[in-house]
């Protein structure tokens, strides 16, 4: 069974933290359930282990947490969903790379639900869409921008932190900082694609989306992005 928390309010970067630890250390223990956490924080930055410096172009503009979760700079603010997942993945095939796949593969198919497309890209973390309607890249290709991030880290094959998508927040949050160490690319949100999406449709899909996703049965080749 997997237990599905929502929490209405925002909760502070050090909450989810200490809550997440505690659940996963609980669920490698065989004491707890494994746990779906659907939230939003207040606005803020975190540092995964691969943050670099210079990425954090405006270090004053909002609060800066050091995480050991996979991963460079990401903002975190209303309007985003995080979707903090404390799930045993020892019982689930005990393969990193395969849950990294299913976690994509779970964002992927939440975001069909609102006939979007998702991508993910080697060499570029998160999933992306592709943007007809704005110039093409000084490559000459389609424009992409990121509308989720994903990073994770596992103790005792119990994961924990997660994955964020870009309901409505305001994305001029994000330029304190070069998002996930990527400068050619842009953010977007289901909002900013004209999509009249709430938090609650998304909450939604994934809802209904998730025993999918984790099919292995089903699982998709598709590229990897352990850190993303």
């Not at 210079?54 to 909002?62: A, G, H, K, V």
């Not at 990527?182 to 949100?189: K, R, W």
Request: hydrophobic share 40%; aromatic share 8%; proline share 5%.
């Amino acid at each position: 069974m997997v237990q599905w928390i929502t929490s209405d309010a925002q909760v502070s970067y050090e909450e989810a933290t200490a809550f997440m630890e505690a659940r996963a250390e609980a669920i490698a223990r065989g004491e707890a359930e494994e746990c779906i956490w659907l939230l939003e924080h207040p606005p803020l930055y975190t540092a995964g282990t691969s943050a670099r410096i210079e990425d954090l172009t405006d270090p004053d503009r909002f609060p800066v947490h050091t995480t050991k979760r996979g991963g460079q700079y990401t903002y975190h603010g209303p309007g985003q969903r995080v979707i903090y997942v404390m799930l045993n993945v020892a019982e689930r095939g005990k393969d990193v790379r395969c849950f990294v796949r299913q976690l994509e593969r779970w964002v992927i198919l939440a975001l069909e639900e609102f006939n979007v497309t998702g991508h993910i890209r080697d060499g570029r973390v998160g999933v992306w869409v592709e943007r007809p309607d704005k110039p093409l890249s000084a490559s000459g290709n389609v424009t992409e921008d990121k509308i989720a991030a994903i990073g994770i880290r596992l103790r005792k094959w119990v994961s924990f932190h997660g994955i964020s998508i870009n309901v409505e927040p305001e994305l001029s949050h994000f330029d304190g900082i070069v998002p996930c160490g990527i400068t050619e690319h842009g953010v977007t949100s289901l909002v900013d694609l004209g999509l009249p999406v709430t938090m609650d449709d998304v909450d939604v899909a994934l809802r209904r989306t998730f025993e999918v996703a984790f099919e292995t049965d089903t699982m998709p080749t598709c590229p990897v992005n352990a850190n993303a």
